[in-house]
């Protein structure tokens, strides 16, 4: 274990060094792009100027990045909007969005895991027969095809021509967070999310279970007089859940940065479309801080994958030398 | 019993050479060798679903490239009145399938607009109309199909006077009625598209606030509204009349076919003959055509086309980048490795959607959206095949095989593009076919959003044409139909396509996922 703890840190440690070559190169290249226009319409150029020089965008730019890296390290602090959410604090606005962002991704993995687990299931206890040989084809199709054409299909059949969902989701002042209305309004996104993750999880389950199958602590097992289903589910299953937890926990951690296409089609006011409209409109400041968050995960998930196989499977033993 | 070893003495003389001026060697195979592709190629072919996705791999292909070359439009034909019509095939129309028609409810007045259309055209406009309903409210409602084509009727349309010379001869070498009569106009806020074009007949109740209930005869049917000639001035007309009309010969007034104004020549006309005057082509949209009356059809291969380049140009890029860098990572190891790995590692952990944003930023204006775009794949794209190479690399560069050559003197050069890669080949081939559809699939979500524009006028990408046809899904499904069925049926068939490539240059590997 203690190899492990060692591990992590230096993981942690290597995560932290990464995002921080990261930043620096995005601070560099979007603080080398010009600023955007001052909009003139109605209203005070110089007060735009000076707010920019209160900023210090006219700083060097050493000093701008020392002064970023001191707000974010002392205060937490990523500067304030610039373009849209104007004098809004960036991360109060990125916490106030995420939310919506987790609970939609959330829903649609719930909603994916146990049919994933049990079509995988299935497909690999039929192995080579014709309804594992259904089940893979139509993975191979509902990994295939993007998620925005569910999305579509979703729209069009179950909100336009049954009208069973609204088109949009519910806002927060109409209705509470985790309200069965609310839920209603997000099933459009949540299946269409769910599709891909539904068949992503299929695949890889049916291909670890029908490999722990064929091994021969099975054949063990059902020597030593167990059925076919206690042999599945507390051999086999167990030992494919090695593989297939790691996963599942990846996903979760990936649910944060949710999906950008489906947040815009559905509307959803999630971290997704803050991230479009921040690059829409030249925000800087958002766009620094959302690279950064989508950096973080990308790397966090990672991460915990690598960690949850040594917590789940002891004998994999992590940062060892063989 | 003799002893067996004992061999009878056998006299000299009956002893020869068996051969004795030839030379020993190996006997040339009959059979062909099977090489490494040829083995993969057997196998390949007996994997029936990758060969159907390679198939139809081939056919978007050639779609996405003859298409555009073939097509009677561009990207940058958009018609003005046939906007949002309806899928139309020739070929099937017959059947009453993908003709163009679409399912209506419509009021009495709605009725009256439709069949006098077809009644003054000779097309058919509408069909399968219902028997009336009356609603609670006391309207009448039919249910019908409308001809999404011919249903645009008549137009005005200003000519200049070639254009009104051209558009006469026309009607009388091909003998088709392009100009119809002008009509009396009155005061009325019934005008249902077109400016009124397609109110040739009498009102029931002309007033201001008409409902737009036609005038019927004591047939049933619409009574012609036309302008006369006895009240109205009127430019020359020397073509051919509709039915009914002799053009004055016994001495009673006649239709105005024309009206002259400061810019040219006021003429009605049937506009799909008129279309087909204008463009020398019969207006049939296969696909149908989206809100900005652009060909679905031609805009969907020239998408696709662009799709295509971007996304097998990043592949092949990526092919050699990966490779070397892989190479040398794997075949060198230790420190070289690990500092090159770090290299790598920062660069995939920084998202694509940052990339592609910086890159659009710093480059779009510079070398232009498409390029830019190709950069933000290439910057990234690499190390996944990279690491594929690398990982092979340490397989292979460990055997025995490899240290027999190493043996012989064989320089770094040669051990890595002679003995290691041909290999490792397969695997790399497969991973970069496998990546096609990811590029194909994150530049339709990209541009979908819009955080790259690759709409010019001579190109348009799959994103854009579904980000189109998004708000219109409830009412027109068909612009974002086609579309997204390409993209599905290209990334299903890549996908098979990707894994029967795998199943068949490393069988061991067959039915498991990556």
């Known amino acids: 274990m203690r190899t492990m703890g060692k591990y992590i840190v230096k993981r942690i440690l290597l995560m932290f060094l990464t995002m921080f070559i990261i930043m620096t190169i995005c601070f560099i290249l979007i603080k080398m792009l010009p600023l955007p226009a001052v909009r003139e319409m109605g209203r005070d150029v110089n007060l735009i100027l000076a707010k920019r020089e209160a900023m210090g965008y006219n700083k060097p730019l050493l000093v701008q990045y020392f002064l970023l890296l001191k707000n974010v390290f002392l205060h937490w602090d990523w500067g304030v909007g610039e373009q849209m959410y104007e004098a809004l604090n960036v991360w109060d606005v990125l916490v106030q969005k995420l939310p919506y962002t987790v609970l939609v991704n959330l829903y649609s993995i719930l909603l994916a895991i146990p049919l994933g687990l049990v079509f995988g299931i299935y497909a690999a206890l039929k192995k080579n027969r014709w309804q594992d040989h259904v089940v893979s084809t139509l993975v191979v199709v509902f990994i295939s095809v993007p998620s925005y054409v569910y999305a579509f299909i979703v729209q069009y059949l179950f909100c336009y021509k049954l009208g069973w969902f609204p088109l949009t989701i519910e806002s927060l002042e109409s209705t509470a967070f985790f309200s069965g209305r609310m839920l209603v309004s997000m099933m459009p996104a949540i299946l269409s999310l769910g599709f891909g993750v539904i068949a992503g999880l299929t695949r890889y389950t049916r291909a670890e279970l029908s490999e722990v199958l064929t091994s021969e602590f099975m054949l063990l097992a059902r020597t030593k007089g167990l059925t076919k289903a206690q042999a599945t589910s507390r051999h086999a299953l167990r030992n494919a859940m090695v593989v297939i937890l790691p996963m599942i926990i990846g996903e979760f951690i990936g649910i944060l940065g949710g999906s950008l296409i489906i947040e815009k089609i559905f509307a959803i006011p999630g971290v997704g479309s803050l991230y479009v409209s921040a690059v829409n409109v030249r925000d800087y400041n958002f766009f620094m801080a959302l690279t950064v968050f989508y950096t973080f995960i990308g790397l966090a998930s990672s991460i915990v994958i690598d960690i949850s196989y040594g917590i789940i499977d002891p004998r994999i033993r992590m940062g060892s030398k063989k | ?514």
């Open chain 2, 1 to 514: 019993m003799s002893n067996r070893n004992e061999m009878p003495a056998i006299p000299l003389e009956k002893l020869r050479f068996a051969q004795k001026d030839e030379r020993l060697h190996d006997v040339k195979f009959e059979t062909k060798p099977i090489g490494y592709f040829k083995d993969a190629w057997l196998r390949f072919r007996n994997n029936k679903s990758a060969v159907v996705a390679a198939v139809l791999i081939v056919l978007l292909l050639l779609f996405a490239l003859i298409v555009p070359m073939i097509s009677n439009y561009d990207v940058n034909f958009r018609d003005g009145f046939y906007k949002t019509v309806l899928p139309k095939n020739p070929a099937l129309s017959g059947l009453g399938i993908w003709d163009g028609f679409k399912k209506q409810r419509e009021t009495q007045a709605g009725y009256d607009y439709y069949t006098s259309i077809g009644i003054e055209t000779g097309r058919e406009v509408v069909r399968n109309i219902s028997e009336p309903t009356v609603d609670a409210t006391g309207l009448t409602y039919y249910s019908m199909e409308v001809d999404s084509y011919s249903k645009v009727g008549f137009i005005y349309s200003n000519l200049t006077l070639d254009e009104y010379r051209a558009l006469q001869q026309y009607q009388d070498e091909t003998g088709i009625q392009v100009i119809y009569p002008l009509q009396n106009t009155f005061l009325t806020n019934y005008v249902m598209g077109n400016m009124g074009a397609n109110l040739w007949y009498k009102l029931a109740n002309p007033a201001p606030t008409s409902d737009g209930l036609a005038l019927y005869d004591e047939n049933g049917k619409h009574i012609p509204n036309y302008m006369l000639s006895a009240n109205a001035s009127q430019a020359d007309y020397k073509s051919s009349r509709i039915a009914g009309d002799d053009g004055g010969t016994d001495g009673q007034s006649w239709y105005v076919y024309a009206q002259k104004n400061q810019s040219g020549y006021k003429v009605r006309v049937d506009y799909y003959e008129f279309f087909k005057f204008k463009n020398g082509f019969e207006p049939v949209f296969l696909f149908g055509t989206n809100i900005y009356g652009q060909d679905i059809f031609t805009c969907l291969a020239s998408g696709a086309r662009l799709s295509f380049l971007l996304a097998i140009s990043v592949s092949l890029i990526n092919f050699f980048i990966g490779a070397m860098y892989g190479a040398v990572e794997g075949y060198y190891g230790g420190t070289t490795d690990i500092l090159m790995e770090r290299i790598s590692d920062v660069l995939s952990a920084v998202p694509f959607l940052v990339v592609v944003t910086l890159f659009k930023m710093h480059l779009a204006a510079k070398v232009g959206a498409l390029v830019s775009l190709l950069f933000a794949y290439v910057m990234t794209g690499w190390v996944g095949m990279a690491a594929r190479v690398r990982m092979q690399f340490y397989r292979f560069k460990g055997q025995e095989y490899i240290l027999a050559a190493r043996t012989l003197g064989a320089k770094d050069r040669r051990l890595i593009f002679k003995h290691i890669f041909p290999n490792a080949i397969g695997t790399i081939i497969t991973g970069s076919v496998l990546s096609i559809p990811g590029v194909i699939f994150s530049e339709s979500t990209l541009s979908y959003l819009g955080i790259i524009s690759l709409e010019t006028s001579s190109m348009t990408s799959i994103g854009t044409m579904l980000a189109n046809g998004q708000g219109y899904l409830s009412t027109f499904p068909h612009i974002i139909l086609f579309p997204s069925l390409f993209i599905s049926i290209l990334m299903i068939s890549f996908n098979l396509f990707g894994n029967g490539l795998r199943d068949a240059f490393n069988p061991s590997l067959r039915g498991a996922d990556e």
